[in-house]
Structures are given as C-alpha cells and as structure tokens.
C-alpha cells in the first residue's frame, strides 16, 4: 500500500458526459501528478500540482482539468468525454519539489470506461 | 527531458539474477536515474534511484556506468513475482514532471 488513494476504483459512462476522478496523496506530501494509461498508449503525464499551484503540464487534453486543494487532495476533470479517454487513470505523490532525489508514490487508478 | 531507452521485453528464469538495461545518453549531470515497475492490473511501483554511485536497496541493485550514459537495474534472483514492466526514466530537475517510455517488459519462467 502506498499511502496515495483514488476513488471511485471503476467508473462507467456515456459519452459526452462529465467524470471527477480523485485523488488523496500520502501524508505530508505536497506534490500531485496525475497520468493517464490506455491499451495503446502507455504511461502518460498529464499535470503535475504542488501545494496548490499547477507546476507542469503535459499531454493533457483542453477538455481536461485538475486542480488540487488546501488539504491537498487533488481532483481531475474529465469533460465532454469520448471513447477514446476510455483508460486507467493514476495519481502520484511525492514530498514535494526535490528532483529527482525522491520517489513518485503511485495510486492504484481509477479504471474509466466510456461506452 | 533526457530520452532513456529500454529493450521492449526480457525473459528469465526464476532465481536466477536479472540484469535490465537502460541507455541514457543525453542525460545532464544533475539527472537522477530512477526504476520503477508496473505488475499486471497495478499502479507503477518505485524501485530504486541513483545520481552516480551504484546503489542497493531490498529490492534490486542499480549499476550506473561510469560516464552516466546507461544504466542496469539488477533483480538477484528473479521470482514469478518480479514478472512486470520495468521503466528507467529520468525526471526532471524540477522534479515537475516525469515522462515514462515504454519500459522493457520481464517474463520469469518458472
């Protein structure tokens, strides 16, 4: 167990419709990434938060937002979805900013079909 | 992001050592090198991480070479357990975000 939890485990909609996936990372840690993985696609980052604050972003969709709040918790919205965003969806912590000195603590995803 | 490349799968025998190669010849000189795994149906698991020295932990060894172009994740003795996929990524100094390649995929054969 990594100390990061996700809910809901399996999520199953229309499309067209909107999801909130969320995320709890591990005590005391200040950072969020959230990352998306299909059949085809592999391990995608998708934004990173840090106390707050977005700090990064990658292959994340416009219709796609996050955003993490006071007490660290972070949340990830998916709009307007289609079948293609059908996928696993991970969140990770970390103690915060320190490179690569630390480790990602990785959720156990949340599995997102759309039908 | 410095680039790392993996072969796409490896297989072994159990209990027998495992040694899981990563070129990354890009990489800058604050890069740190991190291992992580994935078994099946699971979150991305941390391995082990290192700068420059190899490193030790319970679940593996990490060789880095000398001038920090490559490294090799090394199993002791490889279980049925250890069957997953095996990512060596670089993250970036700001610690900002992590790009994951494809990894190199393990088989154990019993």
């Known amino acids: 167990d990594s100390g990061v939890t996700q809910t809901p485990k399996h999520l199953i909609t229309a499309t067209g419709q909107r999801v909130t996936l969320r995320c709890s990372p591990r005590?005391?840690?200040?950072?969020v990434y959230w990352y998306q993985q299909s059949l085809d696609q592999g391990l995608q980052f998708l934004i990173h938060?840090?106390?707050?604050?977005?700090?990064a972003k990658g292959n994340i969709l416009e219709r796609f937002s996050a955003q993490q709040f006071p007490d660290l918790h972070s949340e990830l919205n998916l709009s307007s979805l289609e079948l293609g965003d059908s996928a696993l969806y991970f969140c990770?912590?970390?103690?915060?900013?320190?490179?690569?000195?630390?480790?990602?603590?990785f959720g156990p995803g949340t599995r997102l079909t759309v039908l | 992001d410095a680039k790392t490349t993996q072969p796409n799968s490896m297989e072994s025998n159990e209990e027998e050592p495992v040694h899981l190669p990563c070129n990354h010849s890009?990489?800058?000189?604050?890069?740190?090198i991190h291992w992580y795994r994935q078994l099946p149906s699971q979150g991305p698991e941390y391995v082990i991480h290192?700068?420059?020295s190899n490193v030790n932990n319970r679940m593996a060894s990490l060789a880095i070479a000398e001038d920090r172009k490559s490294s090799t994740l090394i199993l002791h003795r490889a279980t049925l357990r250890d069957a997953a996929v095996y990512y060596c990524?670089?993250?970036?100094?700001?610690?900002?975000?992590?790009?994951f390649g494809a990894g190199t995929r393990l088989f154990v054969k019993a």
């Open positions: 290192g700068l420059t």
């Open positions: 938060y840090y106390n707050g604050e977005e700090r």
């Open positions: 990524i670089l993250p970036d100094t700001g610690g900002f975000k992590t790009i």
């Open positions: 005590s005391g840690d200040l950072s």
């Open positions: 890009t990489i800058s000189g604050t890069d740190y």
């Open positions: 990770a912590s970390s103690p915060g900013l320190a490179g690569g000195r630390v480790e990602q603590f």
